[in-house]
């Protein structure tokens, strides 16, 4: 089962919100590198607001960008792309 800090939603949010662009999401397992500059990779960053992962169960902290994405686009926080590869996500809020 998937755990993820809760704050998380509040945190992409803004974090998107300030990007106020498009967004590849880079989803990966945790034990892949992520590429600098999309929603996974800030999703593990030292320099997002809880300084680190999001994933709570260590061996289950990947994919972020694969499961919390469509979570803010059905609370209506996000608009994201459904493309066979290479999707994006953006704010919905300025």
Known sequence: ML???LRCI????????????WMLLGSKDENQET?????EHWAR????PIGG?????KNFRGRFAMY????MEHLGLAE????ARDNRMR???K
Do not use: F, I, R
């Open 45 to 48: 960053s030292k320099e997002n």
């Open 80 to 83: 994201v792309e459904h493309n």
């Open 3 to 5: 755990h993820y800090d």
């Open 68 to 71: 919390v994405p469509p979570l």
């Open 91 to 93: 704010s919905l809020t």
């Open 35 to 39: 590429k600098e500059g999309t929603v």
């Open 53 to 57: 992962w999001y994933g709570l169960k």
């Open 10 to 21: 509040d945190d992409l949010a803004s974090m998107l919100k300030q990007h106020s662009d």
